[in-house]
């Protein structure tokens, strides 16, 4: 399934202090940590997402805490797909635990601008980028990411492998 | 085969064969960890699972560091979540109020890690044991569930960088200035994915503390763990904390590793990290006269024995300068006693300190200490982002203890060789 939206460009070692301030860390509840979604990077940047746009980022997005709470705060936000330079490696294993996509592409991100709107297509390692016509080209995502991704996240997986062991 | 020190632990935990780098196995878990703040998030996760025990009560910890004593009602919420799990499901370990100290400290000093444990914590810090030769590595909170359940969970087989200390230690240098000139040198990714080892001659005058505040950091290069041997300090240290019969451990010198560092610390000075990376790092004298509002001395980095006593040799008989908070928060109850039994309360209570129970508190913005806007702190904690110790506005550097108490005393950022 490809994934569809406009572009928040934001840049490289956006921590997660960044995405939601451990003052935010209260709660667990994905709708109310997505009300504050980059609020550690810019107070109130959330307000200019819609739903099922992206996040685009430089290098080594999501790297600090372990707190689910990140990747959750981008879902909430509703924002369905992160793509960056390189990603940091807990909030890499979170994200798709959680059920949110990322996709790393390295210099490429150069390609794509604020405000453009990208069609990803993750199995193929694929972004078109509907604004400037340009084709990104990366290795596919694995299939164990690919099935977190199909299932929801980790929790329906393990539960459905509890449920037929 | 020679083998690296994260691929032999692993190896340890597994029954398929570690062969190489990016390889993924299957692990037995020795320990599972997690904190205030992730644990509901786990539990949550653990729950709609399906799950029903956990794999075993002995090895599960469970620690209320973050916001205890509880700084509020969402966060006194929280905790009664823990405490709950804990009781239905007859945890062991499970740690609140005035047994309660921050997490990566506590640990260890209870033998509950030792060499060649694997452990996983929900908490980026949990790399920490690496300083005692425990394969250990932070992991969000679902993964966590997952481990609580099934006492297993899969590991990529890390590349890793060796990192080779040569040279004698200066006075006024400890582990922290070490591992900020590390991170300096190879950047906040410079590790990403991959295991640091630490080896060389001045192991041996490197004390398992210091050791211990070193793999805290590892995470701040981006790394998976950073790994030390196992050597005689090593044993010392956890049989004096009530590990029965601890094993030395170490890497196969000739083994693989992707980069090496070497680093001479003979001529080195203090070092302190800059707003607003762990790899904005500046020799202390380049920053002498910067003014500042407010120190922070604990945290799961430098919250220890040692560096309260660090704190204490600068400050004896010297006042905290006038306008500045001086904090001082032994990071676990074992600590604050000891602290307290050498007469170094007095001695911080007489030049003006605070002193604080255990908790992670400003380290994360959290309470007892947080900066308002314009405000600058020099922190002996391990991550000066923006906006981490409270406003967006404020600006946060990271030192030993050694420095944060000088510039205590002056006012600004200071050497503590040159007061």
Sequence with gaps: ?165 | MQQTLAQKILQMHTDEIVREPGQIVECRLSGVLANDITGPLAIKSFRAMGAKRVFDKNKIFLVMDHYTPQKDIASANQVIVSRKFAAEMGITHYYEGGCAGVEHALLPELGLVKPCDLVIGADSHTCTYGGIGAFSTGLGSTDIACGMALGKLWFKVPQTIRVVIRGVMPQWVRGKDLILRLIGEIGVDGALYKALEFVGPALKEIDVEARLCMSNMAIEAGAKCGLFPADELTLDYCRSHGVPAPQQISGDDTSEAERVVTMDITDMEPVVACPHLPENTRPVSELKDKKIDQVVIGSCTNGRISDMRDAARVLRGRKVAKGVRCIIIPATPGVWRQAMNEGLFEIFAESGCVVSAPTCGPCLGGYMGVLGDGERCISTSNRNFRGRMGSLESELYLSSPCVAAASAVTGSIADPGVL
């Design chain 1, 1 to 165: 399934m490809p994934f569809n939206g406009k572009v928040h460009k934001v840049g490289a070692h956006i921590d997660t202090d960044a995405i939601i301030p451990a003052r935010f860390l209260v709660t667990t509840d994905t709708k109310k940590l997505g009300e504050a979604c980059m609020e550690g990077l810019e107070p109130g940047w959330v307000r200019r997402v819609k739903e099922g746009d992206i996040i685009v980022a430089g290098r080594n997005f999501g790297c600090g805490s372990s707190r689910e709470h990140a990747p959750l705060s981008i879902i909430g936000a509703g924002i369905r797909a992160v793509v960056a330079h390189s990603f940091a490696r807990i909030f890499y294993r979170n994200a798709f635990n959680m059920g949110l996509m990322l996709l790393e592409i390295g210099d490429q991100v150069n390609k794509i601008n604020d405000g453009d709107v990208l069609e990803i297509f993750p199995g193929e390692g694929k972004i078109i980028n509907s604004t400037t016509g340009d084709e990104i080209i990366v290795p596919p995502l694995s299939p164990m990411m690919q099935t977190l991704i199909d299932k929801g996240g980790m929790v329906n997986y393990v539960r459905e492998q509890l449920r037929s062991n």
